[in-house]
């Protein structure tokens, strides 16, 4: 508990009133999810933008257009904080002053990738991170499906660009 706090992170339980509602209608919910940041109750209007690591220029320009206009209208933009697609609708809804929500895939202490460190106390200051791994734990390949899991249970929707040709890159 005193890491936690040290960390600014809260745990929620599945009974707590801001653990995310769409969240606990999926069979395998996580019991306790960690957060740091803040849902608020006007997040439940989110809608998830995720990708490719290494996005097109068609990719980028359209993921920046649609994360921005999903800000304007007031819709939370929640993805993964991963490189490429995830990253850009992070900064496009932040830019544009919206609110947006990463899931990660290892401890609220463990920033990954480590680049997206600054993102992330924007995003914290603008949204939340959030976990259902407790502080410490490193991101594992198996993390990430499981963090899908959670990032595709939180929304009422999900875009993603097409891959694209990797020559295009």
């Known amino acids: 508990m005193e890491k936690m706090k040290c960390h600014d992170v809260q745990a929620l339980t599945w009974h707590d009133e801001k653990y995310p509602a769409r969240l606990k209608e999926i069979y395998d919910y996580p019991p306790i ?3 740091k ?3 608020l109750p006007e997040d439940e209007w989110c809608l998830a933008v995720v990708g ?3 996005a097109t220029a068609y990719g980028r320009q359209v993921t920046e257009e649609i994360a ?8 939370t933009v929640v993805s ?3 490189r490429g697609i995830d990253t850009i609708a992070h900064h496009a809804a932040l830019e544009a002053g919206g609110r947006t929500i990463a899931v990660s895939a290892c401890g609220l202490d463990v920033i990954y990738p480590a680049e997206n460190a600054n993102l ?6 603008h949204g939340a991170l959030i976990s259902e791994y407790p502080l410490g734990t490193k991101p594992k ?3 990430f499906p499981r963090r899908n ?3 595709s249970a939180s929304v009422w929707a999900c875009w993603s660009p097409k891959p694209g040709n990797p020559a295009a890159r």
């Open 68 to 75: 921005t206009d999903l800000a304007h209208n007031k819709i």
């Open 37 to 39: 940041g803040e849902i």
């Open 33 to 35: 999810i960690y957060v």
């Open 141 to 143: 390949p198996e993390y």
């Open 52 to 54: 490719t690591r290494l």
């Open 80 to 82: 993964g904080l991963a």
């Open 149 to 151: 899991r959670i990032l």
């Open 120 to 125: 992330a106390k924007q995003i914290i200051e």
